[in-house]
């Protein structure tokens, strides 16, 4: 079983509200380096596989159609970059991987195979990169980028994607580097080639900035859930992030998965499926039961409203409490599917019930959707369950509240797994890079798919 | 006197060849964090005000119209991402300041503004930028940007500059962040302002993404030496980085520089100017000789081909040897006064000769341009004179060879200039940031010059 922990470079991570929670610690720590040290010593201690770090560029300012509740509540904001973080973070640690989310929307290709041929130079073969996509509302505001329609997006991170592994795998030659005073040579320039390219969204002629690192490609994570977005993923990445909201449809979601990767003419095996959740736990029921209550006590009835409306775009504030769901525009009723389900019956429902829904944190039971909730031993359950019934690889855990939730996940989450065989109790040395930490020893180099292998598609 | 030291994460950065040097460790070390840490920990016990990194995109390819020369004699390639050593060598340290370049081409003001808030945070306030609008021969290659003309890329860059400082001084109110749980508000957002900005070639309207850092805008550094170059410098630099070829021109360059600042309204002496010289050091005379012909022996003369016809744009492969200078495109003949002085009279020169002048490296001895040499005494010595003669604030040192260059003057040269009273012996704690180590203990904050104090001249 394969264990990441998700975070972000904010104040309490994806709980909005969390920071107010009396001992925890993220509200200053999330910009010192101290804070991040000590959570990946603290990680590495429990053997956990990676730390993901997500990110954001903007602020949201749909709701109210104004950035102040994002700010007020703290909803992603203030954010720092997160790939800063890592470097100080590696030099701490030897065997805890890390990965970052990085868009294809924000950095030319160019850039950001340097970026990540660097990162994986300095951690020693640690790093992976979470290929977003990015929803470009906020990117327009900052001044980053046109936005452009969701599925000429993965048309265009396609052609990134085929540039940027060219230039980690194809432009320096194994052996290219010599260090050979007599001759003067570092490196023999026969074996190092220019990168070719004049595809329909970018242009390239230079060879790649950085020599051969351990893993070359970084370990490419990705997380689309679009029918464009699992088609990209399992074309491209390695590890894929889905947020299954059950095991008849988790299931049929990793089974999809890994057939849209075979029929790429990958290794359906070679896709490693991580589940994100929520995690709640306490060292025993009362605790459990403490834990839930804060939970509902300090998440933020209007940053849960502002990220709501940030991720849709729909500004619940534009509507009278009192206009049916009816008049919200239909494309955004998908979002609300979850919403109709439970509150479903009855009468007709309206913008004000849907406001409130969205406010309201879901309450904590060891069968919510999306969540670990319970005692070390409940959750072990629970996690077993998951990787029984829908074949997932692993977890992507979100623990709650940041600071103490991390501590409990590594102190009482992590023995329980380890008692009973699904969790390591130390790292296999053989494994050096974190490719070989989710592949085994010896798989260090990416496996393109079998179209993206012709290297001059785009010409050259 | 301030002392910074100048690196780039390249193997033997500024001296083409001498990763050859049997000891030195830079051709492994560059893409080590440890190599790193220990650097800055050793600056930091020698009390230097800061590490300075330059940096590159792209591989220079004009000589033999090929990357060739450049990838065999390790001509700035390979090179990794500077920015990502920062975080590790700041979690060693406590004081040693740190700064990098980072173009103005390359990447959008929002990002750039984010980037330095964030390095700021993480460093506790001891992060400089040095602004670099870059030559974009090789970028177009990269796809990283169009090539523009010389002048419009300051032009550029001052619309740029006004924006990023925006962000940095105008965005977030002092006493904005109030982490009041009970009213729910981490920040006020009566006290976050968005940038509203639509100039000639950024356009933008987004709030800060980061709320204070301890200096706010990193210390601003540049290096411009073209007339356009020095108004910018004087416009928005507090640190400006001369190559003064003589105590005469020198002195009339650094009166220019203050006198230039006073035209923008700037305070003159809130101006450091530090001029960079290479450092070939020797514990004594014997030992700085054999120091001088490493220097000359392992020095590449294919490198150092290389990385002039880089800069200037020419390549000299391209002429037969025996052709008279007079050949070459006249805009060229500025970067080669230096070997007409040189070598002027008798007879008619030729591209060979100008060849065999660019391949040779210049022979240390005391009184050389650019150059510091000799033991520590005879370089303190030196050192005293530019100080007085010239009236500069300081060097930028560049130590040969790298690993034990940088020993050495931690070693030997600093502790002589202690003993004269030029350099501290401790860190003053008072200073808590890189601005206040340069400007004293409580000036914390950059001052604009007057003009671009008005917030909106581009529009809002």
Chains 1, 2 share one sequence.
């Not at 994806?14 to 920071?19: I, P, R, V």
């Not at 805890?96 to 030319?108: D, E, I, P, Q």
């Not at 060891?366 to 990787?387: S, Y």
Request: charged fraction near 25%; glycine fraction near 8%.
């Amino acid at each position: 079983m394969y264990l990441n922990v998700l975070t972000q470079c904010i104040p309490a991570p994806l709980f909005e509200g969390m920071w107010r929670h009396p001992e925890d610690q993220s509200a200053l720590g999330y910009r010192s380096l101290d804070y991040w040290v000590n959570m990946a010593q603290q990680l590495e201690s429990a053997c956990i596989d990676a730390l993901f770090f997500a990110d954001i560029h903007g602020v949201y300012d749909v709701y109210q159609d104004s950035p102040a509740p994002s700010i007020q509540h703290s909803v992603q904001v203030p954010a720092i970059d997160p790939v800063l973080v890592i470097p100080a973070a590696a030099a701490a640690t030897r065997n805890l991987g890390f990965a970052v989310s990085y868009s294809t929307s924000y950095h030319a290709p160019y850039q950001c195979a340097r970026l990540f041929s660097s990162l994986d130079h300095l951690t020693g073969g640690r790093i992976g990169w979470n290929i977003v996509t990015s929803d470009l509302r906020l990117a327009v505001g900052t001044g980053l980028a046109e936005q452009c329609p969701h599925d000429e997006r993965y048309d265009r991170a396609d052609e990134y994607l085929d540039l940027v592994v060219r230039l980690w795998e194809d432009s320096w030659e194994a052996g290219a580097v010599r260090h050979d005073a007599a001759s003067d040579t570092f490196a023999d320039p026969a074996r190092v080639h220019r990168v070719d390219h004049a595809g329909r969204w970018y242009r390239m002629s230079a060879p790649h900035q950085c020599e051969p690192s351990p893993q070359r490609t970084p370990v490419l994570y990705q997380a689309g859930s679009s029918d464009r977005g699992l088609t990209f993923a399992a074309r491209h990445a390695e590890l894929v992030f889905v947020a299954l909201s059950g095991f008849r449809q988790g299931r049929e979601r990793v089974e999809d998965l890994r057939d849209r990767a075979r029929r790429q003419g990958r290794d359906p095996e070679g896709l490693r499926i991580l589940q994100g959740m929520c995690l709640i736990l306490g060292e025993d029921a009362a605790q459990a039961r403490a834990r839930a209550e804060e939970y509902e006590r300090f998440s933020s009835r209007g940053g849960l409203t502002a990220k709501w409306c940030g991720w849709t775009g729909l500004d619940l504030a534009s509507y009278p409490a009192e206009a049916p769901l009816s008049d919200l525009p239909a494309g955004q009723m998908r979002s609300v599917t979850d919403f109709l389900r439970q509150a479903g019956a009855g009468r007709e429902l309206t913008v004000g019930d849907l406001r409130e829904h969205v406010a309201t944190p879901r309450r904590p039971n060891p069968h919510a959707r999306l969540m670990l909730f319970g005692t070390p031993e409940q959750v072990a359950d629970r996690m077993e369950m998951w990787l029984e019934r829908t074949k997932i690889d692993g977890f992507n855990l979100m623990p709650c509240p940041p600071t103490l939730g991390t501590r409990d996940l590594c102190e009482l989450l992590v023995p329980e797994l380890q008692r009973r065989g699904l969790a390591r109790k130390s790292y296999d040395t053989a494994e050096r890079t974190l490719r070989e930490r989710y592949f085994g020893s010896g798989v260090t180099r990416y496996v393109r798919a079998a179209e993206n292998n012709g290297g001059n598609r785009h010409g050259g």
